[in-house]
């Protein structure tokens, strides 16, 4: 039996983790749950899995969740309740789908513990990268990655020599905005940029998708995962998502990792690799998707995606702020505060008031929390100049490769 440990167990992929443990036979069991503030949900997982190590980090869900604990169960609370449950689990693998960079002491406790981490919180590697890919050498932990891309990536280059490649082909879906004109994007509405038209995910991802940030944070990723170079990562948008990356070698051979979209695939994989056992995605019809397209992305209409690019060379603490600012820009979109196009005028000033320290987890974290001032001060000034989100966008930066 495989332990698992599940951080944000009642989100989009701690519920797709716990079906893959429902299946029969799945060799799968859970030692520990835990979620910001859906504490019913939260009890009828523990009740289900037999679970009696539980988190909630909101404190006022977790006031509400004690009086109907099951007799033995330990719920820690507050906003050190991961890194106490953590300590608390016997666990082989923790899953990890906690949104935000909210998740990275979490994933600091996890590789400290030189456990596997199959990590779904991409801003973790996308705020301290460099210090989690050390932090899981020296430990001897294992980063697998359940974003599915990259999941891909890391299944074309199984068995391969690393020196041999030459560029990964990182699809994207092109999100629900992807033929939308570039005048009509300053009035989508957040319906309208939620609407994923392949993949089931939650609301921050989904808006990436939307804006091609959620592709600019999995450039930054790809590029700690593999230690690949700007220049070895191309994005290439596929709207079909049935290629879920490619890796081509020095030799002129391309290998692609193909499935139906189902975040249940890479959750599997990263359980069970090097084991493939058989799961409940369902196998490919090839006739069903006969036409796979692919094509360039558009950084006028997308220029969240050009950042991510610029992040990787300008290194430091940019690709922190960077997912800061976005974590509030698409706050503020959902609540109606801000335009869609609005959300690049945030990253923008937030990346041009950048500090640059980024010598450890702290500055990082200190880096993180002004650029979430920073940004809610634009935020602010932005919907107080309407309709300031009418006019157009900023232009990109033209530094990508
Ligand atoms: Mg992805």
Redesign the pocket.
């Known amino acids: 039996m495989t332990s698992i440990l599940l951080l944000g167990s009642t989100g989009s992929i701690g519920t797709q983790t716990l079906d893959l443990v429902r299946q029969p036979k799945s060799g799968l069991a859970v030692s520990g749950l835990a979620a910001r503030a859906s504490w019913e949900t939260l009890l009828e997982q523990a009740k289900e899995f037999g679970v009696t190590q539980l988190a909630l980090t909101d404190p006022e869900a977790a006031a509400l969740a004690r009086p109907h604990l099951a007799p033995g169960t330990h719920l820690h609370e507050g906003p050190e309740a991961l890194q106490e449950l953590i300590h608390a689990c016997d666990f082989d693998t923790a899953v990890h789908g906690v949104v935000g960079c909210a998740g990275l002491p979490a994933s600091v406790e996890i590789l400290k513990r030189g456990k596997r981490l199959a990590l779904a919180n991409k801003e973790s590697l996308v705020v301290a990268g460099e210090h989690l890919m050390a932090l899981a050498e020296n430990s001897g932990a294992e980063i697998i990655p359940v974003?599915?891309?990259h999941s891909a990536v890391l299944q074309c280059l199984r068995g391969e020599d690393r020196a041999r490649l030459k560029r990964v082909l990182l699809t994207c879906s092109g999100g629900p905005l992807r033929l939308t004109p570039q005048s009509d994007l300053d009035r989508v509405t957040p319906e309208e940029a939620l609407k994923h038209p392949n993949w089931s995910m939650g609301p921050r991802i989904t808006i990436g998708s939307a804006s091609l940030m959620?592709k600019a944070l999995?450039v930054i990723e790809l590029h700690h995962l593999f230690g690949l170079t700007p220049e070895e990562i191309e994005v290439v948008i596929h709207p079909q998502s049935i290629v879920h990356s490619m890796v081509e070698f020095v030799d002129g051979a391309v290998v692609a990792h193909m499935g139906v979209p189902d975040m249940r695939g890479p959750i599997h994989h990263a359980l069970h690799t090097p084991d493939r056992p058989p799961s409940p995605v369902r196998g490919f019809d090839l006739q069903a998707f006969s036409k796979l397209e692919f094509e360039a992305p558009d950084p006028v209409r997308f220029p969240a995606l050009t950042l991510g690019y610029e992040c990787i060379r300008a290194g430091g603490d940019s690709a922190c702020v960077l997912n800061a600012a976005d974590e509030i820009a698409v706050q503020a979109f959902l609540d109606g505060t801000i335009g869609f196009t609005d959300m690049n005028r945030v990253h923008r000033a937030a990346l041009d008031q950048r500090q640059g320290d980024a010598s450890s987890i702290e500055t990082l974290l200190a880096a993180d929390s002004r650029a979430r001032t920073h940004a809610r001060q634009t935020v602010q000034e932005l919907s107080m100049s309407k309709p300031a989100h009418a006019g157009p966008a900023l232009p990109p930066s033209t530094n990508r490769s």
């Open positions: 974003d599915s891309e959620n999995e």
